[in-house]
């Protein structure tokens, strides 16, 4: 009973949830100017106020009656409105607020007619800031003793509404004027540079910004504080309270090489005159960081940092920055036109967010990380946080698509094609995309029409198997999950079958798979990563390829899918890995075979004795990449890592060759006979590289074995006691 009534409240929710409003498509906005007030009085936890005006210039595009925007928990002073053309003034018959659509609606005396422009102004509004980081929202921090406030905002995705009014969907871009008042001891900053600042008396004063170009709503951003700025290193300055400055080193210095490179990459010059960052103190901002245009804002403690900041946060806040800024070209210069295609913002940016970060610190092999943190990571994440289109259905107001799809899953969908189209025709792609599609928005076929076009100019069409690459990509947008392919060889005939499907969603989700591969028996050549054949049936067999040797499908894991092998194919690939020619394998492969025979194992489609077996011979690994795979999967999939031993683990861990060295007296302390070989079998395979980097930090100590000292002691904190 209880149950269903749940389900019939939901139904109704979710019912409600479906009919989000949508402006009509008889205006666009074409520039506004926004001035903003905010009260910077320290009255703690009260609300604290700021007036506004704003003036919008209008194209209509239909005749309408009326203009109709958003505004939410905004009292906007309807005797301020005015509508003009050309100075001759429109009369306003009514204006009202529609509450559950967020929107404000100004009836007019007379239609506007198609193909002409208006001047709608606000001449005065009034709201609060808000205190969870919703819309301009208010922050505090403490300076020698005293109370400071800081006003500042963000508005993705539909929190732009609620600071002032507008037409608050990303695909009406307009240019934005902004102007701010305040008092002599603070200062501003917006999305585009300071032009000038009128004394207005009284202590106020007002700060002219230059207009932006066309952009989104949710990509506009201001601040007032008294924050001191770093110097100006090019086009780039941090603002942060005092006592962050000694942390702001390196943040600023990789801004400087982040943006550059992401110009030569993407080969289209950053669009605005300056770039800077705005570090929000702390508990006061729920996102990371936000990727506003000309102006990004960090939470403070996820930009501070020095040279004794430890190499994984380090890592963060490199690979963080990169995002940010890869998204002044994917979302804010070219723009999704829904919130349902946020991806082509989000995944490119996440994908860039590693890449670019490889580029700014190349020692660090961050492009390898990904296999093990995006790619593994979104296998699971799939699976246990859901699984998900990258084409999302947003059914209300505020909603954003789960971050595992956006980032993990469509960053390594971004790599994948990456790989199948070459870097460089992938760079060129995504140069003509950039290049055609600027200050506009758009769906995920603008980018597949511009991904064909260098296709066709490039002469590849065979990296496609022929089809077309909006064929290919919408399998990989719209299905939920992954793809399990399955290799079977015929060891007689030297056949092999590739199978796909998918565990969870059964058959009618036939995706087109780039399949490439090794086969020992006839060369071992890890590094090309364009597609050998394409899988786009659920099953397709390779004729008379080798009876010899073993085989690995997937290079370098390029492909978001798993791998599962034959039994054979399986004992042939430990037998390979645990002799001293285990490096033949591509190091990114390594990491795979453990991730993929641990979570097959895990499903009971193959025995559990093999991803224990076959990480034994980690005894002779030396590379950081596959110890990073086996903690991360042995605590995803394997469950005797928490003690809660499955009946085939125990068993296999009982029966062990290391079971001899484990004294019966030894069971003491609670822990399980089965356990204490588990960790004897820990201790075993990473003897040598313990010996190897040590337990203290050395001077001499490379980034990986900082890490790895680090990763080692996190996962298995008592095992080399
Ligand atoms: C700002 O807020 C304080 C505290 O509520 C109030 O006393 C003051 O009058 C406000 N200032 C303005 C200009 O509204
Ligand atoms: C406002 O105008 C649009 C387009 O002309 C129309 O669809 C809508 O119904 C109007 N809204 C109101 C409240 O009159
Ligand atoms: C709107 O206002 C701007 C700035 O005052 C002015 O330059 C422009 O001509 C006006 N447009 C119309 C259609 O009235
Ligand atoms: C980008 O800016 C650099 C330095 O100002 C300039 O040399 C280069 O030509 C610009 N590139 C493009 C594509 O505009
Ligand atoms: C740490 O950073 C400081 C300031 O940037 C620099 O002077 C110093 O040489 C750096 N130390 C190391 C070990 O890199
Ligand atoms: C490969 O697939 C074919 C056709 O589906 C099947 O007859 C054959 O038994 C399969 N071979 C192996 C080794 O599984
Ligand atoms: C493997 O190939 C041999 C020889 O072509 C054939 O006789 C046999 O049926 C195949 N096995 C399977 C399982 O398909
Ligand atoms: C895939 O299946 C279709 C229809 O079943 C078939 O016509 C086609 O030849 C198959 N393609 C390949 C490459 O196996
Ligand atoms: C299989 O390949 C071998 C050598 O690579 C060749 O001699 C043989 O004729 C091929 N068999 C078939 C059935 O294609
Ligand atoms: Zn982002």
Not at 116 to 144: E, P, T
Not at 271 to 281: E, R
Not at 512 to 526: E, L
Not at 654 to 661: G, I, K, V
Request: include cysteine.
């Amino acid at each position: 009973m209880k149950a269903l009534l749940l389900l019939a409240l939901c139904a109704t929710i979710i019912s409600i949830q479906c009919t989000i409003f949508r402006l009509p498509a008889s205006v666009k906005p074409l520039r506004y100017t926004v001035t903003i007030e905010p009260n910077m009085s320290y009255i703690g936890w009260q609300r604290s106020s700021y007036w506004g005006a704003v003036a919008i210039e209008l194209e209509v595009l239909e005749n309408t009656d009326n203009v109709t925007l958003h505004a939410s928990e905004i009292d906007i002073d309807d005797t301020s409105i005015r509508v003009t053309s050309n100075g001759r003034a429109v009369k306003v018959k009514n204006a009202l607020k529609v509450k559950q659509d967020q929107v404000y609606v100004i009836e007019l005396e007379e239609t506007l007619l198609k193909n002409k422009f208006y001047n709608v102004s606000i001449g005065k509004f009034q709201a609060y800031m808000s205190s969870n980081s919703r819309g301009l929202y208010k922050a505090h921090y403490s300076h020698n003793g005293e109370e400071r406030v800081v006003a500042v905002t963000h508005f993705e995705p539909t929190w732009a509404r609620y600071a002032f009014p507008c037409f608050d969907e990303p695909h009406l871009k307009a240019k934005f004027a902004i102007n701010l008042i305040r008092g002599k001891e603070y200062n501003s900053i917006a999305n585009e540079a300071l032009q000038t600042t009128k004394s207005l008396g009284a202590n106020r004063y007002m700060d002219v910004f230059k207009e932006t170009p066309p952009m989104p709503t949710y990509a506009v951003a201001f601040a007032v504080s008294d924050f001191p700025s770093t110097r100006k290193v090019e086009r780039h300055r941090i603002l942060a309270r005092p006592d962050a400055f000694d942390e702001l080193e390196y943040p600023l210095m990789t801004s400087v090489k982040a943006l550059r490179i992401l110009e030569e990459y993407i080969g289209v010059n950053f669009t605005l005159s300056k770039m800077d960052t705005f570090a929000v103190p702390p508990g006061y901002f729920r996102h990371f960081a936000m990727e506003n245009w000309g102006l990004i804002t960090f939470q403070e403690d996820q930009l501070r940092c020095s040279n004794k900041t430890n190499p994984i946060t380090l890592t963060t806040i490199t690979s963080y920055i990169a995002h940010e800024f890869a998204h002044q070209w994917f979302g804010n210069l070219v723009t999704p036109a829904l919130w349902d295609y946020i991806w082509l913002s989000e995944s490119f940016s996440a994908y860039f967010q590693y890449y670019i970060a490889a580029k700014v610190q190349p020692m660090w092999r961050i492009m390898e990380q990904f296999v093990v943190t995006v790619v593994q990571g979104s296998f699971y994440d799939e699976q246990h946080q859901g699984a998900h289109p990258l084409n999302f259905r947003i059914s209300r107001y505020g909603q954003f698509p789960p971050f595992h799809i956006m980032y993990q899953k469509g960053s390594s969908i971004v790599r994948m094609m990456s790989h199948f189209l070459t870097d460089e025709v992938f760079r060129k792609a995504l140069h003509s995309y950039i290049v055609e599609k600027q200050f506009t928005s758009v769906v995920p076929d603008d980018l597949y029409r511009s991904v064909q076009k260098t296709i066709a100019e490039e002469g590849i069409e065979h990296l496609l198997g022929g089809m077309r690459f909006d064929e290919v990509m919408q399998t990989w947008d719209s299905y939920k999950g992954y793809p399990i392919v399955t290799v079977t060889r015929n060891y007689s005939s030297g056949d092999i079958n590739i199978t796909q499907r998918s565990r969870t969603f059964g058959d009618e989700q036939v995706w087109k798979i780039p399949i490439n591969y090794v086969v020992s028996s006839k060369g071992v050549d890890f590094s090309k990563t364009t597609a050998d054949v394409w899988l786009i049936n659920a099953t397709m067999a390779l004729r008379n390829m080798s009876r010899d040797g073993w085989v690995i499908v997937n290079k370098q894991q390029f492909g978001y899918y798993r791998v599962n092998y034959d039994l054979e194919n399986w004992e042939r690939l430990i037998q390979v890995l645990k002799s001293d020619k285990f490096g033949t394998i591509h190091v990114l492969n390594r990491a795979q075979l453990i991730n993929d025979a641990f979570y097959f194992a895990s499903i009971e489609e193959i025995p559990i004795d093999i991803p224990y077996r076959l990480a034994e011979y980690l005894v002779r690994e030396k590379d950081y990449i596959p110890f990073a795979a086996f903690y991360t999967t042995l605590s995803n999939y394997g469950s005797i890592y928490f003690g809660n031993t499955k009946a085939t683990e125990k068993q296999y861990f009982l029966n062990h060759p290391l079971s001899n060295s484990i004294k019966d007296e030894e069971e003491e302390g609670g822990y399980s006979r089965d356990y204490l070989i588990f960790k004897e079998y820990i201790r075993t395979i990473l003897a040598n590289i313990r010996a190897d980097i040590g337990t203290e930090e050395r001077p001499t100590d490379t980034y990986e074995q900082k890490v790895l000292r680090t990763e080692l002691d996190r996962y298995f904190p008592y095992y080399f006691e």
